[in-house]
């Protein structure tokens, strides 16, 4: 779609993008020879190591040819180490670049779960005072402080670890809103702490750190692209990445994809979703890819009432996506429209691209190649924005097929082939749902029911805002072909409390009061039919939402319920199998090997708990 | 709100069924943003422009209302051929018309705003106007919803005589129902899920009659008392003298009953249309 015209600059041709391994005079030199150049030297069309003169044009030519992989890191996470499957380490948000978070993992197996143990727990603080993983031991390390606020910015609640936790050589990195923490996967003990002092903005949760070589990434919710050594945990610059004053806020966690960082935004308040591509060694800006037209003849624009209302129509890229190294397509899920609820500004009916959709984008150029959108003209604040997943395999009988798999926060399950975005199957993976009208429409798109928009009386609505799944990730093994999905069955009442429709912004425009619950589960969907193939409702009569899921070639699925538990089911039927109660799970399980010793890990509020099998 | 409800057979409060929604984590806050310099939940994430002079704002208001009110609206929430500016992101990044001043005074020709001959000093001042007005998906000041009651009386009666009246009378239970919950969309929510009607942050008008739960033991024994705790692995509840109770559960064993009095309002809450709750709250509003 669009780029960002006056920054935008395409890394050209060559096999970019692709981060393998290249010819020893291809990264070394440039980048050795890069580090020479000016700071702040502008980047020139077609090449990202632009600069002035023949040796800069010299340079360029190299650097073209090396393409995406102009600079590979010496030491530290090498960006092909994300191309491989999930086993030993987690580098990245979703473990490997497919999404499945399926680990070839089995020394922890369905045959000895029960004999898991405890290996350590780290409670971590956040703040400039720090001194987390010491709390139950020896004491912090000592905290580092950036940031550009004043440092009297109280951020009240308690920390709470909502994303990836990446384990790269034996080290943790673990993220909180403005806090980094690195530790020792062998015991939990805090490395470093990094604390950015904040101006504000939303501080609702942060999604973990992307790693390139020995440089991390992370974003602040008061919009700064932050790097630091991942050796120190010292800061080694940062950039805004959004307007603060259009009250963007940033969660994501970065993504790394070759020489490429991937940011994209957040924000409540009708201003443009985007994603950015930085590089990894200066943090110049690479591309920019908006999510809705910002300008005449974009593509899309004949989905809106008008180009001022796609220019704030959202459509916020706040979960990391996947990449397919075969096509070179970052896929990802974008955010509802806005205003949310307050549809008639938007254009009645229209479609409001690309809000609440599925995108590809070439990671080397930023351009769309597809899209499907799941939610046409959402109304609900139900975002699309949840981590899709590669798989390939048969597809109802014949292939092998490459597909990408989703279930968005509406209810409805997809299959998508990932080369072209067509449209392969559609369900309703909620029982519940009741927003959209009996018949699909020809694309398989649910077709929105206006009667079950927010009304002044009230429309009773399945699913409450939170959506029939939200962010936290969903699996899928290999093993079974089943996908996993967090679920559940709420339900609300919609009143309409705004009846001028320039009264609402963002958000606004509509109270919404819960009716309860129906039940929360794990879904188990065959991908080629979309159905259910089972369920496990969890028996609470209380409690929140299931957590993000983790899956294993030792034939485990790993997940929090929704009472506290942390719990190991058999992914051919759902059975539980262990279980350990530890608080709420507030991220996805993951796991790596440490040693030789298979660590399951996972947070519950400020605490992480690895688990290990000693035999 | 009204005060709370002294018969507590009809409405039965379960407060767990708000956390279960409460405690979701979606991506965005609940609610409006004040402001301040202490965050304390997403509502109040974003500070106050420092507050312009006023003079300047009363000059930036006459000017306003001669020339950009009739396009943008007199709340700058736009007009009929002029966008919302309040949401501008223009608009937002400009601090004291530095960034408004060029689209002023040479204005948008293309897309028919025409120029203005203000001097930099002026668009200050319009600035300063227009900056009074705060960016925020929720404006409480704003928010006024109409009456609720839009359904037919005769058939909600109807409806209620069919659905509900094996467990709640007009004349019995619900006697006066309207007036022991004089807001109408907090009685709506109340006989829909009671419990539920507090909306955000507000008290519910009933009061809770707890669900109890039966264990049945291998041995045979039966525990009953009121539920504590469910879960795939525990079930905990406390008897009549006051003794908590836990019994680890494996698959059906022990045997667990829950006994949840709202469990009928569960069992309907799929099958109601929306006129259907509309009929039954304009027939119990006049239980006075």
Same mark, same amino acid.
């Not at chain 1, 050209?12 to 700071?39: C, D, I, Q, V």
């Not at chain 1, 809705?292 to 180009?307: A, Q, R």
């Not at chain 1, 206006?450 to 009386?457: G, R, S, V």
């Not at chain 2, 304390?40 to 009363?58: H, K, L, M, Q």
């Given at each position: ?615 | ?75 700058? @929430? $736009? %007009?009929? &051929? ?13 601090? *004291? #018309? !530095? ?100 909306? @955000? $942050? %507000?008290? &519910? ?13 291998? *041995? #045979? !024994? ?67």
């Amino acid at each position: 779609m669009k780029a960002d015209s006056p920054s935008f600059f395409s890394l050209a041709a060559g096999p970019h993008g692709t981060p393998t391994r290249l010819p020893r005079w291809g990264p070394r030199h440039s980048r050795r020879e890069l580090s020479l150049m000016p700071r702040g030297t502008p980047p020139q069309r077609g090449c990202r190591a632009g600069g002035p003169g023949m040796a800069a044009g010299a340079l360029c030519v190299f650097a073209c040819l090396a393409a995406g992989l102009a600079a590979a890191p010496d030491g530290g996470l090498d960006p092909a180490t994300l191309l491989k499957p999930l086993a030993d380490q987690w580098p990245s948000y979703s473990g490997d670049y497919t999404g499945r978070r399926y680990s070839a993992l089995t020394q922890i197996n369905q045959s000895n779960v029960k004999s898991v143990t405890l290996a350590w727990t780290s409670r971590l603080a956040a703040g400039a005072g720090g001194g987390g993983g010491g709390r139950g031991g020896d004491g912090g390390a000592q905290t580092i402080v950036g940031g550009e606020g004043t440092g009297d910015v109280v951020v009240g609640g308690a920390t709470q670890i909502k994303g990836a936790v990446l384990m790269v050589n034996n080290v943790l990195y673990v993220t909180a809103p403005d806090n980094v923490w690195a530790l020792d996967a062998h015991d939990g003990h805090e490395l470093w702490h990094y604390f950015w002092k904040t101006k504000g903005g939303t501080h609702i949760g942060n999604r973990g750190v992307a790693m390139w070589g020995n440089y991390l990434f992370f974003v602040t919710p008061d919009d700064y692209f932050v790097s630091i050594d991942a050796r120190t945990g010292k800061e080694r610059w940062h950039k805004e990445a959004a307007s603060f004053a259009q009250q963007y806020f940033l969660t994501s966690a970065p993504m790394t994809i070759g020489n490429h960082i991937i940011v994209g935004t957040g924000n409540d308040l009708d201003s443009p979703g985007y994603l950015t591509s930085y590089d990894p060694e200066t943090g110049e800006q690479q591309w920019r890819f908006y999510t809705v037209p910002m300008n005449p003849g974009d593509p899309g624009l004949e989905t809106w009432k008008n180009l001022d209302a796609a220019r704030h129509g959202g459509g916020h890229p706040w979960i990391p996506g996947v990449y397919d190294p075969e096509t070179k397509l970052y896929i990802f899920g974008t955010g509802n429209p806005t205003p949310a609820y307050h549809s008639k500004p938007r254009g009645e009916g229209m479609d409001n691209l690309f809000t609440c959709a599925i995108v590809a984008v070439n990671v080397d150029t930023g351009k769309m190649e597809w899209y499907y959108q799941t939610s046409p003209h959402d109304t609900h604040d139900w975002d699309s924005a949840q981590t899709p997943v590669l798989v390939d395999g048969t597809f109802r009988g014949s292939g092998p097929r490459k597909m990408v798999l989703t279930a968005s926060r509406n209810g409805y399950y997809f299959t998508l082939d990932r080369r072209t975005g067509e449209h392969l199957v559609t369900s309703k993976f909620s029982e519940a749902v009741n927003w959209a009208k009996p018949q699909l429409n020809a694309k398989g798109q649910p077709v929105r029911e206006p009667a079950k928009d927010h009304h002044i009386a009230g429309a009773l609505v399945s699913a409450a805002n939170g959506g029939a799944t939200n962010w936290p990730p969903p699996a899928y093994s290999p093993d079974t072909g089943l996908f996993y999905v967090p679920t559940q069955e709420t339900y609300a009442m919609y009143y309409l409390s705004e009846t001028d429709p320039r009264g609402a912004m963002g958000l606004g425009g509509k109270d919404e009061i819960s009716v309860g619950s129906a039940g929360s589960y794990i879904s188990a969907i065959d991908y080629n039919t979309g159905k259910t193939v089972w369920r496990h409702k969890f028996r609470s009569t209380r409690g929140a939402a299931p957590s993000g899921l983790l899956t294993t070639a030792g034939k485990l699925l790993f997940g929090g319920d929704i009472s506290g538990n942390f719990v190991a089911f058999d992914p051919a039927n759902g059975n539980s199998i262990w279980h350990a109660h530890i608080g709420q799970v507030s991220n996805a399980p993951e796991t790596y090997m440490v040693d030789g010793r298979q660590q399951v890990l996972v947070a519950a509020g400020d605490t992480l708990y690895a688990f290990t099998l000693y035999q | 709100m009204p005060s709370r409800v002294r018969h507590t057979s009809l409405l039965v409060a379960f407060a767990a069924f708000l956390i279960v929604v409460a405690t979701l984590d979606a991506q965005q806050p609940p609610g409006g943003r004040g402001r301040g310099s202490t965050i304390t939940s997403p509502r109040n994430a974003y500070p106050d422009r420092p507050p312009g002079d006023p003079a300047a704002i009363e000059r930036g208001k006459a000017l306003y209302s001669v020339n950009c009110q009739f396009c943008h609206g007199a709340d700058t @929430r $736009g %007009g009929d &051929s002029g966008p919302s500016l309040l949401r501008s992101g223009l608009v937002l990044d400009d601090r *004291s #018309g !530095e960034l408004m001043a060029p689209v002023i005074q040479n204005g948008r020709t293309d897309r028919g705003m025409p120029k203005f001959a203000f001097s930099n000093d002026q668009v200050a001042d319009v600035a300063a106007f227009i900056h009074t007005f705060r960016a925020a998906g929720y404006d409480e000041s704003r928010v006024k919803p109409p009456s609720i009651v839009v359904g037919d009386a005769k058939a909600g009666e109807a409806f209620f005589n069919a659905k509900c009246a094996s467990c709640h009378s007009p004349s019995g239970d619900l006697r006066g129902l309207a007036t022991r919950i004089s807001d109408d969309r907090l009685l709506q929510q109340s006989w829909l899920m009671p419990g539920s009607g507090g909306g @955000r $942050g %507000g008290p &519910s008008p009933v009061t809770v009659r707890p669900t109890t739960v039966t264990v049945t033991l291998p *041995s #045979g !024994e039966r525990v009953e008392g009121k539920l504590d705790r469910l879960d795939d692995f525990v079930v905990s509840l406390i008897t009549a003298d006051g003794t908590h109770r836990s019994f680890r559960t494996n698959g059906d064993t022990p045997k667990v009953e829950v006994h949840d009095p709202l469990e009928p309002h569960k069992k309907l809450l799929p099958t109601y249309s929306d006129a259907d709750i509309h009929n039954v709250t304009a027939f119990l509003v006049t239980l006075k």
